[in-house]
C-alpha cells in the first residue's frame, strides 16, 4: 500500500518490505484524536454564594492522609492556601473493594477522585473491544475530564485491590478548581 501526495510525486518504494505499510496502517488507526467538545464556562459569571458550600468533616489523621494524597496531584498545585483547605473540606473519603467499578464509561462526570492507596485500572471500551490503558497503584487521580468539559466519563475505572479514594463533587470541582484555571489562563 502506497500513499500518493497529490502535490509531488513519492519516490518508488517497491522493494521496501510490506509490513512497514501494515505497521504504519495500525498505528495511524490507534491514534487518531477523538473531537472534544466543551459546555461554555466563565467564571466571573458564576456565582459562588449561590451554591451551598459542602463540607465533609475529617479527623486529624483523615486530613493528615489526605494531604499527602493530594501533595502532587497537579490541578491543586496552583491553589491558594484557602482554595486547597475548601477543596480538602469538601472531599469525601470512598472506600472501595477489588472489580468495584468506581467509574464506568459513558456516564455522567459527578465527582473526581484522588486515590489514597489501591490499585486501579483505567480501562477503555473502542468498537467493541476494551484494554486497559493504565494501571494506578497507591497514587493519582482520574476523573477531571467529565467534570472539566461536561462530557460523559471517558473510561471505566476498576479497583483492582483493596483501596481508599478521596471524591471531590462536580459542583466544588467546577467552583474552585475551574475558575482558578480560568484565571491563571488569563494572567
Same mark, same amino acid.
Given at each position: 500500500m502506497q500513499i500518493k501526495s497529490n502535490s509531488e510525486e513519492e519516490p518508488d518504494? @517497491? %522493494?521496501e518490505d510490506d509490513n512497514y505499510d501494515f505497521e504504519l496502517e495500525l498505528i495511524n488507526h490507534y491514534n487518531r484524536r477523538v473531537l472534544v467538545s466543551a *459546555? +461554555? +464556562? %466563565?467564571?466571573? #459569571? #458564576? *456565582?459562588e454564594d449561590t451554591e451551598q458550600k459542602i463540607v465533609h468533616p475529617k479527623t486529624g489523621k483523615q486530613r493528615c492522609r489526605l494531604l499527602e494524597a493530594c501533595k502532587d496531584i497537579l490541578l491543586f498545585k496552583n491553589l491558594d492556601q *484557602? $482554595?486547597? @483547605? $475548601?477543596v480538602l473540606d469538601t472531599m469525601f473519603e470512598r472506600k472501595v473493594t477489588p472489580q468495584e467499578h468506581v467509574i464506568d464509561q459513558g456516564d455522567d462526570g459527578d465527582n473526581f477522585y484522588v486515590i489514597e492507596r489501591g490499585s486501579h485500572d483505567i480501562v477503555v471500551a473502542k468498537d467493541d473491544q476494551s484494554r486497559c490503558a493504565v494501571c494506578c497503584d497507591n497514587h493519582g487521580s482520574f476523573g477531571e475530564l467529565a467534570l472539566m468539559y461536561n462530557t460523559p466519563r471517558a473510561a471505566t475505572i476498576i479497583a483492582t485491590t483493596d483501596g481508599a479514594l478521596w471524591g471531590l463533587d462536580r459542583v466544588t470541582f467546577r467552583r474552585i478548581i475551574l475558575k482558578n484555571m480560568q484565571r491563571e489562563e488569563d494572567l
Open positions: 518504494h @517497491s %522493494n *459546555e +461554555f +464556562f %466563565n467564571p466571573d #459569571e #458564576e *456565582e *484557602e $482554595q486547597l @483547605s $475548601q
